[in-house]
């Protein structure tokens, strides 16, 4: 069962990777007290460990009923993070706190999209979830496999708690100069994964009408 569960961690972390979601937590979080900001990390890996959970256990029933793909996820995952990097690129972040709404709900909402789902539970992870279970009902030891897997997702979305919450006081440390411009930098690379997202997602949906048009 570790070697199992040393395989499930890695494999998510590395298809989960924190470090991509830092950006994205640093700009909706920036204007946040630190206490308000942690407890949206915090928030946000609960958020992860409760979608990737469900998506182990009911997944493939989920997309079959609704006649959905994780592709379609990438796509949406990909506009979303466009926008928002287009945005923080013009040191501007998305979305906002509206007038009259408290730290708390703004952090609720952005600690569960986009941070939590589809940042951290992303497409490549939710893919891999599945993958595993559905593998494990293959095996002989179904039931070490599942459980492995689970303390796999809390883990690895324990740990993008810390790596947020350490993004965001290195944000402090180099002072407002410094974060405007890593602000900018960093809705570039967000920009640059909104693409990777979004072709990854669209290339099976283009093969598919290649491949339906009569030669």
């Not at 029933?61 to 995952?77: D, K």
């Not at 990909?78 to 906002?96: A, D, H, N, S």
């Not at 408290?102 to 939710?126: C, E, K, L, N, R």
């Not at 900018?184 to 048009?213: C, H, N, Q, T, W």
Request: aromatic share 10%; charged share 15%; proline share 4%.
């Amino acid at each position: 069962m570790f070697e199992t569960f040393i395989f499930q961690f890695t494999s998510l972390f590395t298809m989960i990777n924190p470090v991509a979601a830092v950006p994205i937590y640093i700009a909706l979080t920036e204007a946040m007290t630190p206490k308000a900001a942690r407890w949206v990390a915090m928030r946000a890996a609960v958020t992860a460990f409760i979608a990737l959970s469900v998506f182990a256990l009911l997944g493939e029933a989920i997309f079959s009923f609704f006649s959905i793909s994780v592709n379609g996820l990438r796509v949406a995952g990909g506009i979303l993070f466009f926008v928002m990097g287009f945005e923080m690129l013009r040191g501007r972040t998305v979305p906002k706190c509206v007038d009259g709404e408290s730290d708390g709900d703004f952090g609720s909402d952005v600690a569960v999209t986009p941070i939590g789902i589809p940042m951290i539970a992303g497409p490549g992870a939710i893919t891999m979830v599945i993958l595993v279970i559905q593998e494990g009902k293959t095996a002989a030891s179904t039931t070490s496999a599942t459980i492995s897997l689970f303390l796999a997702i809390a883990l690895v979305c324990a740990l993008t708690a810390v790596v947020l919450a350490s993004g965001r006081q290195l944000l402090a440390k180099l002072g407002r100069s410094g974060s405007k411009i890593l602000m900018r930098l960093m809705g570039l690379i967000v920009m640059l994964i909104a693409v990777e997202f979004f072709f990854a997602g669209i290339k099976p949906y283009v093969i598919d009408i290649a491949r339906s048009i009569p030669a």
